[in-house]
C-alpha cells in the first residue's frame, strides 16, 4: 500500500534551516508529482510546493520563494523540502502528498504522510 | 494568484441534517476543485475532485457540484463521523491554494 513518511522535523532557532525528507513506497515515485503542505498549530492547510514527476518543474508558494526549496531523488524514492531562515511563523506540521495522476502535478492529493512538525523557537 | 474562500468558517448541525458548504474561487478554475475532509487529530482525506468525482471509499452522502468560481460540498445527512473540518482546493495550476476551511460540529 502507499504509504508517505516525513521526517527531519525538530526544534531549530529563529534564522536556522532544516531539512526535511518524505520517503515513499508503495507505488512507482518517479511517475508522480509530488507537494508539500503545512499547517501551524490550530491554522488551517497551506500548500508550500509542488515538484513535477521527473524533477524539472519546481513551484513554491510566493511567500516562501527563496527560502524553501523542494527536490527529490527518484533512486532512493524520497522527497525533500530544504528550509533555510526559519521564522517564528514556519512553525507548523509539515505533510508531503502525493497527486492523484500520474506524470503530472496538477492534481489533487490523494495520499498524505502523517506530518513532520518544525517548531521555530529561540 | 487565485485566492479561495468558503463559507460559513463553521456550522453546527443535528444528526440527520443537510449540510451545504460553499468555496468560492476569486477567478474561474474550471473543476479543477477537490474537497478535503480533516478529523481532529487526523490527516487530510481526500474526498472530492474534479468537483463532483467521489473518491473511492467515500461513503455517498458526500457530493460536489459547481464549475468556474462557485462549488459546493454537501453532506446530504449529517453523521457523528463526520465531524471534522472541510477544506477546497483549486489544483488547475500553482499554486496550489486551499480555502480556509470550515469546522462542522453536531449540534
Known amino acids: 500500500q502507499v504509504l508517505l513518511v516525513e521526517s527531519g522535523g525538530g526544534v531549530v532557532q529563529p534564522g536556522g534551516s532544516l531539512r526535511l525528507s518524505c520517503t515513499a513506497s508503495?507505488?512507482?515515485?518517479?511517475?508522480?508529482?509530488m507537494h508539500w503542505v503545512r499547517q501551524a498549530p490550530g491554522k488551517g492547510l497551506e500548500w508550500v510546493a509542488a515538484?513535477?514527476?521527473?524533477?524539472?518543474?519546481?513551484y513554491c508558494a510566493d511567500s516562501l520563494k527563496g527560502r524553501f526549496t523542494i527536490s527529490r531523488d527518484d533512486s532512493k524514492n524520497t522527497l525533500y523540502l530544504q528550509m533555510k531562515s526559519l521564522r517564528l511563523e514556519d512553525t507548523a506540521v509539515y505533510y508531503c502528498?502525493?497527486?492523484?495522476?500520474?506524470?503530472?502535478?496538477?492534481?489533487?492529493?490523494?495520499?498524505w504522510g502523517q506530518g513532520t512538525l518544525v517548531t521555530v523557537s529561540s | 494568484d487565485i485566492q479561495m474562500t468558503q463559507s460559513p468558517s463553521s456550522l453546527s448541525a443535528s444528526v440527520g441534517d443537510r449540510v451545504t458548504i460553499t468555496c468560492r474561487a476569486s477567478?474561474?478554475?474550471?473543476?479543477?476543485l477537490a474537497w478535503y475532509q480533516q478529523k481532529p487529530g487526523k490527516v487530510p482525506q481526500l474526498l472530492i475532485f474534479?468537483?463532483?468525482t467521489l473518491q473511492s471509499g467515500v461513503p455517498s452522502r458526500f457530493s460536489g457540484s459547481g464549475s468556474g468560481t462557485d462549488f459546493t460540498l454537501t453532506i446530504s445527512s449529517l453523521q457523528p463521523e463526520d465531524v471534522a473540518t472541510y477544506y477546497c482546493?483549486?489544483?488547475?495550476?500553482?499554486?496550489?491554494?486551499f480555502g480556509p476551511g470550515t469546522k462542522v460540529d453536531i449540534k
Open positions: 515538484i513535477s514527476y521527473d524533477g524539472s518543474n519546481k
Open positions: 477567478q474561474g478554475i474550471n473543476n479543477s
Open positions: 502528498a502525493k497527486v492523484v495522476r500520474s506524470s503530472g502535478w496538477s492534481s489533487p492529493f490523494d495520499y
Open positions: 508503495g507505488f512507482t515515485f518517479s511517475t508522480y508529482g
Open positions: 482546493q483549486k489544483y488547475n495550476s500553482a499554486p496550489f491554494t
Open positions: 474534479a468537483a463532483s
